[in-house]
């Protein structure tokens, strides 16, 4: 199995800016995004690219996260962040192993976004 490290986390004033990176251990061929758990919340999809490099945002954050991906390198930028953008921030990649199964996620350890007023 793969391995994915994140990286770029961080407190930050709401307004601000944040970057994120995933480094893969090696080239995955599968749809890639980022994901996000808030403090007893259930974990929600942020942003995710496809093999064919269509992107996919949720909408709370459409207009200011932009996902992008470059061989190993899976990032997200993140604008005019908010309180509620708080979590740890997870990077994932859905691998088919088989055409007999379903694909099996991958995911990274996290990082820790805190956003204040």
């Known amino acids: 199995q793969p391995r994915l490290v994140e990286s770029g986390g961080g407190l930050v004033q709401s307004g601000g800016s944040l970057r994120l990176s995933c480094a893969a251990s090696?080239?995955?061929?599968?749809?890639m995004g980022w994901y996000r758990q808030p403090l007893g919340k259930q974990r929600e999809m942020v942003a995710e690219?496809?093999?064919?490099?269509a992107k996919n945002y949720a909408d709370s954050v459409k207009g200011r996260f932009t996902i992008s991906r470059d061989n190993r390198n899976l990032d997200l930028q993140m604008n005019s962040l908010k309180p509620e953008d708080t979590a740890v921030y997870y990077c994932?990649?859905?691998?088919?192993?088989?055409?007999?199964?379903?694909?099996?996620?991958?995911w990274g350890q996290g990082t820790q976004v805190t956003v204040s007023s």
């Open positions: 690219v496809t093999t064919t490099g």
């Open positions: 994932n990649a859905k691998m088919q192993t088989s055409v007999l199964g379903p694909p099996v996620d991958v």
């Open positions: 090696r080239y995955i061929f599968s749809t």
